[in-house]
């Protein structure tokens, strides 16, 4: 890690810009965090972690300017049955948002949660703390203790719906700091759909705590906004027998980085984490993955595939340790960029760090150009040249777009997709 002296002036001006919410009992927390925050220091790119990624757009004080994007496609997701809880550039809209009451459920906002003895009292802020070993994550830290609202959810059932967070951007300089926080009892399911832009520059933490035998399923779309600068993290805890399944879909922006560490911490637990990213010109886009396999027979997959061009860049870093005793530990992780031009890149950085004997573990990353002999094919076949390219960049993609367990969200996800190519092959 960068010698921390050398961050000491940038992090204290970052610190200074922001206002600690009202004391509640999340104050303990927001504290260690700053602390935490305090001692690691602004991420710099001589940090291990952010030497493919520069962070500064990210951490200098003052929202960076970002014009808003008026289009008339029809929103993600609103064909699906779902409860709606909209946030407008990090501030809650009421009128914009459904009842918040759904059977098998309890659903606050952070904001608005008073109670000293509420039950995210032992989730705020713990999985995140957690995952700041061994590597660490300061906008993570930053972002527990300054998150201005969020969603708190308590999953005691089957809701027969999922929930769908939306994230609307309206100002060009606004900054939004949101923290989710979800605890799914034992032998619960339930699905989290996130999607929008949110904010100029945004900074978002989800802390996940999966009960035994539990199901989550958390499908993700950022998009839209051309020069949205966004930095997300997925903290998660696995019980015994139980599924995290996680899916992104990103498109435009022009900084984009996901943090997603899980732990497994429960025997013949299941983790799959799997994204898919187009990117046209002055965009970049980072994954950052970390898993733990701390017990026995435990499945995890990592699936990403980028699609850049016009000197567009992207990021994949993964990494999957297996601890001693973790046995029948089935890891696999395979990250894969098609570049459209000569003026992309792909940087990769696949990690395995394996302390069991018993075990199969797997990375693979590639990136190269488009398949000449299938473009071919497809030419000689009357498909217009556009359409034979988006047709074998959906072919590409659809390894991690199966990773999708619904097949209606799958289905629309690869429809968005082939739309979204068609339109920025012309």
Known sequence: MADVAVKTDPTEALIASFDMPAATWAQPARSDALARLRTMGVPVRRDEYWKYTRPDTLTQVGATKAAVLVTDEVPMFDTVDRLRIVFVDGVFDAAASDDLSLEGITIERLAAADSDLHWAKSLYGVLETRG????????????????????????????????????????????????????????????????????????????VEVGDGASFHHIRAQGRDHERRAATHIFTRLGSESQFRSFTMTVNGKLTRNDCVIELVGDDALAHVAGVCV????????????????????????????????????????????????????????????????????????????????????????????????????????????????????????????????????????????????????
Request: with cysteine; hydrophobic share 40%; glycine share 8%.
């Open 279 to 426: 990117g046209d010109g002055d965009f970049h886009h980072d994954d950052t993955v970390f898993i733990t396999h701390d017990s026995l027979n435990c499945n995890s997959r990592q699936v990403f595939k980028k699609v850049l061009r016009n000197g567009a860049t992207g990021v994949f870093q993964g990494k999957i340790l297996v601890k001693a005793g973790a046995q029948k530990t089935d890891g696999y992780q395979i990250s894969q960029a098609l570049l459209l031009d000569g003026d992309s890149q792909f940087l990769a950085k696949p990690e395995l760090e394996i302390y069991a004997d018993d075990v199969a573990c797997s990375h693979g990353s590639t990136s190269g150009a488009i398949d000449e002999d299938a473009l071919f094919y497809l030419r000689s076949r009357g498909v217009p040249q556009a359409e034979a390219t988006s047709l074998l960049t959906l072919a590409f993609l659809a390894e991690a777009v199966d990773e999708i367990a619904q097949e209606d969200l799958r289905e629309d996800m690869t429809a968005r997709l082939g739309a979204w190519l068609m339109r920025h092959s012309r």
């Open 132 to 207: 700041q070993t061994p590597v660490a994550r300061p906008l993570a830290a930053l972002n527990t203790a300054f998150a201005t609202d969020g969603v708190l959810i308590h999953v005691t059932g089957k809701p027969s719906k999922p929930v769908n967070l939306v994230y609307q951007h309206k100002s060009e300089t606004s900054d939004a700091i949101l923290h989710n926080c979800i605890k799914m009892d034992a032998g619960t399911e339930f699905t989290l759909l996130e999607n929008g832009p949110a904010a100029a520059r945004f900074n978002k933490v989800l802390e």
